[in-house]
């Protein structure tokens, strides 16, 4: 095993990895629930909101450039909310004519459009920051702590655990066909096959890789009933949330909901 | 597909929250009963495989390129119920880790790829399969059409998410998100075929697996039935009608409830000495950034200082 590229865990020694997990899930889930309340247009809280996102992610030692490049990713959705700038009514602001349309841009659907956004920036930055600064058991953890299925954590854990070994084979298997057929096009070069051909190809690994996996499946289960499995995935206890936690997370949580009036006061 | 946060009103998100975690819920009590301990194995890598699977690509023309997203396939070899924790388990490790979709809009991700993608493949396929009666064709066929409609009939559940929480428009996001996906849903659709055609010539005994534990099917059926339905009749309607969506939803009340935060629905809202306290927020406001982003710049500043 090697540490994948994918694995978004970044480990580094700061008072926001060394927060307990549970605390951690639980204000995450409270920041973006905060984010989604907040009425549309209440810029001084989407402002605040950011500023403690930035705040942590300085704390976090992640490094902020870190974390808003990855936030960048999830930016192109906004493309589904642009309509709304054109079609929501009240106060015109302005008119665009484009050949024989014109496209109204209307005050209240500018406000909707750039409110949806910021809520989403604001809420993928603090999802970053917990993937980054959480091992993954942990958050297996913290997800039994806030009483999601245990059978469900458990498959979580299992798929974790072999997602790396089968993004490694899906990756071997696209090595195989670049070196002997149709390749995904390059610049100046022309895949081989028709459009059909290259998907069947495509649909003959994710054949190969579902058998592989299948079968390893079944490996994988003699080795844990032979290791005494027996239906039960069993995990050392964590250690109960400490003071200081606590603390943080009655902080925490108090911000948000001062934030929260805020928001109703200003909305 | 998969909707980031913000995009959909806190009332819609955990509406289908809570639908979601009662059909997933009703998934695992299923898959108990049919499977027992050997679930977590089987489940836990067949979700990494399916994770995998939809790195695989073939290039379409010029930079595009189609890939599998796995919800027909999964439910032709395992069933519905194993399909739906397949999917719920790729779809919330994709939020949970890769931000690919938002943690609360994750109930109506879920809703959309785990729910509809899985009972709407299985309607379709086992329509087919019962028409074909028994021909091979019929897997293939039943394949192609599943995925096609999974993906398509999804987009079209995640157009009108987005026109109930007032995020896009219905006239717009329906022809958009639909016309779209019908393209992706042929790549989906080619890819599906490819795989059973290779699992058909090397372990035809793994493609009858799905029927295999068809306890509840009669239930996914109807409602993957019920979903391709309404979906297939609704979205025409409400994309013709810009307003018929909102005319419905306002008849029964529920547009504000959905569009407005909840705490705005309270009514009759009323501040004493209005323009005193527009301002006074005002400057509570700039006060509140000013402290904030002093919080936020002293942070920095004594890492900076620890760090030299």
């Known amino acids: ?267 | 597909m998969h909707i980031p946060d913000g995009f959909l009103s806190t009332l819609v998100s955990v509406f289908l929250w809570i639908i979601s975690a009662g059909v997933v819920a009703c998934a695992l009590r299923h898959l108990e009963k049919d499977l027992g301990e050997r679930q977590v194995p089987l489940m836990g890598v067949l979700a990494a495989a399916i994770f995998a699977g939809q790195m695989l690509n073939f290039s379409v023309t010029g930079g595009t390129s189609g890939h599998l997203l796995g919800a027909a396939l999964a439910t032709i070899l395992l069933g519905p119920w194993a399909a739906i924790i397949i999917m719920t388990s790729v779809v919330s490790i994709q939020a949970l880790i890769f931000q690919d979709g938002g943690l609360l809009a994750l109930g109506a991700n879920l809703f959309n790829m785990a729910v509809i993608g899985v009972t709407v493949s299985y309607f379709v396929y086992t329509s087919i399969q019962k028409l074909a009666r028994g021909k091979s064709g019929g897997i293939f066929v039943g394949g192609a059409a599943a995925a096609w409609f999974s993906i398509v009939i999804a987009s079209l559940a995640c157009a009108l998410e987005l026109a109930l929480s007032g995020t896009s428009p219905a006239n717009i996001s329906v022809p958009a998100m639909g016309g779209i996906h019908m393209i992706i849903g042929i790549g989906e659709g080619l890819i599906t075929v490819g795989a059973l055609a290779f699992l058909y010539a090397a372990r035809r005994d793994l493609l009858h697996l799905g029927q295999a534990a068809p306890q509840g099917g009669k239930a996914v059926w109807v409602g993957g039935l019920l979903i391709a339905g309404l979906l297939a009749v609704l979205s025409p309607l409400a994309s013709a009608h810009p307003d018929g969506l909102e005319w419905v939803a306002e008849q029964k009340g529920f547009l504000d409830a959905a569009r407005a935060p909840l705490y705005q629905i309270i009514p009759d809202y009323a501040f004493p000495g209005i323009s005193n306290a527009a301002l006074a927020t005002i400057v509570a406001g700039i006060l509140g950034m000013l402290l904030v982003f002093g919080v936020a710049l002293s942070v920095a500043y004594m890492q900076r200082s620890k760090k030299a």
């Open chain 1, 1 to 267: 095993m090697h540490i994948h590229f994918l694995d978004p865990y970044r480990p580094r020694t700061s008072p926001v990895h060394a927060l307990d997990p549970r605390v951690k899930l639980v204000l995450t889930l409270a920041y973006i629930l905060t984010a989604a309340l907040t009425p549309i247009a209440a810029w001084p809280v989407y402002i605040l909101l950011f500023s403690i996102i930035l705040s942590v992610e300085i704390l976090s030692g992640l490094g902020v450039g870190f974390v808003l490049k990855r936030a960048a990713l999830s930016l192109p959705f906004v493309l589904a909310a642009l309509p709304v700038i054109f079609t929501n009514g009240g106060k015109a602001l302005f008119s665009l004519p484009i050949g024989s349309w014109t496209l109204t841009v209307y005050a209240e659907g500018l406000g909707r459009f750039f409110s949806v956004a910021l809520k989403s920036w604001l809420s993928v930055q603090a999802a970053i920051v917990l993937a980054s600064s959480t091992p993954f058991p942990d958050l297996l953890q913290a997800m039994r702590a806030i009483r999601i299925p245990r059978l469900l954590v458990a498959i979580f854990g299992l798929m974790w655990r072999y997602l790396f070994v089968l993004v490694d084979e899906a990756l071997r298997l696209m090595r195989a066909r670049a070196a002997r057929s149709g390749v995904i096009a390059e610049t100046g070069h022309r895949s081989g096959g028709s459009v059909t051909w290259r998907a069947h190809v495509a649909g003959g690994m994710a054949g190969t890789l579902f058998l592989r996996a299948f079968d390893r499946s079944e490996r994988i289960y003699l080795a844990m009933v032979s290791r005494g499995y027996d239906g039960e995935i069993r995990v050392l206890p964590m250690a109960a949330v400490g003071s200081l936690s606590w603390l943080v997370l009655g902080l925490g949580l108090f911000l948000l909901i001062l934030l929260l009036l805020f928001g109703f006061f200003w909305g």
